[in-house]
């Protein structure tokens, strides 16, 4: 009986020290959220004399009022609706886009079996190796001589290739059993019908693990937006518009409070299908 007691008291102890780890650690990661929600409610004044701020202020409501008014924040417009707009446009068209490129590349390279496979693998995975920033300036020079400055295409359709999305999804498609391409082939299904009936199904833990992810990359863009939509201030998104309010000001950092919000309900919401893709894949 003495056993099982301190056993039961070792496993209660154990489980209390896992919570006030975890507990400490979300503390510790939301803090400095916390700080810049409380710093927002300030005057500019206060922020620039006394800093950041733990304590809330008495501009709440004029703040957050003028965000929810729908009054352009700039000379020439920039609304908190249309960067909001902005931004979702470009994360969205950023993840669907990113994940159907990696979904078809990484189908053509382990089902349709041509030669050099494994070259053209290669020369995509070391795209990887590379940072975006160093392929800016052709291809801002691409994107300006087709006419695609200050649009949406011309901010989503340059970054669309990614080699870590055909990676991933290269080796969750070889972990499929080959019969089932068989299986397939004898009920007469083509390639197009076997990827759309049966190949994007049995991967949708990992679309939605990837979709998340490339949303909030595409939600955090902030220097090739700047490139290609910076003559237009209809075009900002919110991570633009942080910097164009100034970061320094309770403006700014009510906007950067509001740019949290929606990639942190879409992980909240999803984290079940985004830990449950990426722990299929590595297996």
Not at 70 to 96: D, H, K, W
């Amino acid at each position: 009986m003495r056993r099982r007691d301190t056993s039961a008291l070792q496993r209660r102890l154990t489980t209390l020290l896992d919570h006030t780890i975890l507990v400490v650690g979300a503390i510790a990661m939301s803090l400095p959220v916390l700080v810049i929600f409380m710093t927002s409610t300030h005057s500019n004044l206060t922020i620039a004399t006394d800093g950041l701020q733990i304590l809330p202020g008495d501009q709440f409501q004029t703040v957050y009022g003028r965000l929810t008014t729908g009054q352009p924040l700039f000379a020439e417009g920039g609304s908190v609706r249309e960067m909001l707009f902005n931004s979702l446009a470009v994360a969205i068209g950023f993840a669907g886009l990113k994940c159907l490129t990696s979904v078809l590349a990484a189908y053509a390279l382990v089902y349709f079996r041509f030669r050099f496979a494994s070259f053209f693998f290669g020369i995509i995975v070391i795209t990887m190796f590379f940072p975006v920033e160093t392929r800016f300036l052709p291809t801002f020079l691409v994107t300006d001589r087709l006419g695609l400055l200050n649009t949406y295409s011309g901010v989503v359709l340059p970054l669309l290739a990614t080699g870590i999305g055909t990676l991933l999804f290269r080796q969750y498609f070889r972990q499929i059993p080959e019969e089932l391409q068989e299986a397939a082939r004898i009920d007469g299904a083509g390639p197009i019908r076997f990827l759309i009936d049966i190949l994007i199904p049995a991967s949708r833990p990992m679309i939605g693990a990837l979709f998340v992810i490339f949303f909030v990359i595409g939600w955090n863009q902030y220097l090739w937006p700047i490139l290609v939509a910076t003559s237009d201030e209809g075009m900002f998104t919110l991570v633009r518009g942080i910097r164009r309010a100034g970061q320094a000001g309770n403006l700014g950092m009510a906007l950067a409070v509001v740019a949290i919000l929606p990639p942190a309900v879409l992980i909240i919401s999803l984290q079940r299908l985004l830990f449950r893709g990426l722990s299929e894949v590595s297996h």
